[in-house]
């Protein structure tokens, strides 16, 4: 079966590839809030933020590279705990102010110790079925 035109348009669209030139730093301060995603389970394992440095760190050296808000420093994600986070893929999201990290975690991913860090629920009053 042929490809309809729109098929083939939204194929072409996945297909781009940027640069960190084309990211959008600007709209957030500088720094863009990155997503680490198991790449096998697709579980999301932490948020973190990146400046321009970090993220061409991480394309370089194909480990997850941040900028620490705390410290005002770039650090290499398991560097001291040894829970290194290697990277699969990098994806940017439509707006180009957004990044995943689709990682191979070694370790927790967690400073708690736990696995990912969305571990916690928000209470609502309802709930989906």
């Not at 720094?31 to 061409?56: C, E, F, T, W």
């Not at 990098?90 to 927790?108: F, I, P, S």
Request: aromatic share 6%; with cysteine.
């Amino acid at each position: 079966m042929a490809k309809t035109e729109t098929e083939t348009e939204m194929a072409e669209v996945t297909k781009s590839k940027l640069s960190v030139e084309d990211l959008d730093f600007e709209k957030q301060g500088g720094l863009l809030p990155v997503i680490a995603q198991d790449a096998v389970s697709g579980a999301v394992l932490m948020l973190a933020y990146a400046n321009p440095d970090a993220v061409k760190r991480t394309q370089e050296s194909g480990f997850a590279h941040y900028w620490s808000r705390s410290r005002n420093a770039i650090w290499k994600k398991g560097e001291s705990s040894g829970h290194l986070q290697k990277i699969v893929e990098v994806l940017v999201d439509c707006d180009e102010d957004t990044l995943l990290y689709k990682v191979h975690q070694t370790g927790a991913a967690c400073h708690t110790g736990a696995p990912t860090c969305f571990f916690r629920e928000l209470t609502t009053k309802t709930r989906a079925k």
